[in-house]
């Protein structure tokens, strides 16, 4: 694999990478504090009805925490990857491993905010005695708005994006460090 080749595509990546991230805090910000949520005729956002309401489990505000933490961190691992991608003194070995550790990071860490994603779109919120589901709460048209929904979804999907990044990485990271063993070698 030529170090130019795989420069170039890292800094089209993390640019990428970057808007995926940069759109997703600004999607969870509106989802959080201008998506009104029609809930026992009352209007709640998200964040009110997380934090101040006292009809959600302690959970839910701990995970909706934990998303948010997560969106920072993407976003700033994917400005120091392309920090890094730019940086042309660093050996090719020295970047497979950066690609090969960034993959993994990536895997893991959005397995962690699927699973707080889907913990959270379960979980129930109780306004007496009633049982509304997080999820079916935010899809219904009666309840919220069709871009809350929306927007609840590419939370989703930016995962999906993570997870495939991670495995181009890793992948990626892994093919060219055992092509430049395999050269040290010969």
């Known amino acids: 694999m030529k170090r130019h080749f795989v420069l170039r595509y890292l800094k089209l990546w993390n640019l990428g990478f970057c808007l995926v991230s940069g759109f997703e805090l600004v999607a969870f910000i509106i989802v959080s504090f201008f998506t009104p949520i029609f809930v026992v005729s009352q209007d709640y956002t998200v964040f009110s009805l997380f934090f101040i309401s006292g009809l959600s489990p302690i959970h839910m505000p701990v995970l909706w925490l934990l998303i948010f933490i997560s969106i920072?961190?993407?976003?700033i691992f994917?400005?120091?990857?392309?920090?890094?991608a730019r940086n042309e003194k660093i050996e090719n070995i020295t970047y497979a491993k950066i690609l090969l550790s960034s993959g993994f990071f990536l895997l893991i860490a959005n397995?962690?905010?699927?699973?707080?994603?889907?913990?959270?779109?379960?979980s129930i919120i109780d306004p007496s005695g009633l049982s509304l589901i997080f999820e079916l709460l935010l899809y219904s048209p009666a309840s919220t708005p069709f871009y809350g929904a929306a927007l609840w979804i590419y939370s989703t999907a930016s995962v999906c994006t993570y997870l495939i990044s991670g495995l181009v990485f890793a992948a990626i990271g892994l093919k060219w460090m055992l092509l430049l063993e395999n050269k040290k070698l010969a």
Not at 78 to 84: G, T
Not at 111 to 122: H, M, R, T, V
């Open 72 to 75: 920072f961190i993407f976003l």
């Open 111 to 122: 397995f962690i905010k699927a699973e707080a994603i889907y913990i959270l779109s379960k």
């Open 78 to 84: 994917a400005l120091s990857l392309l920090i890094i």
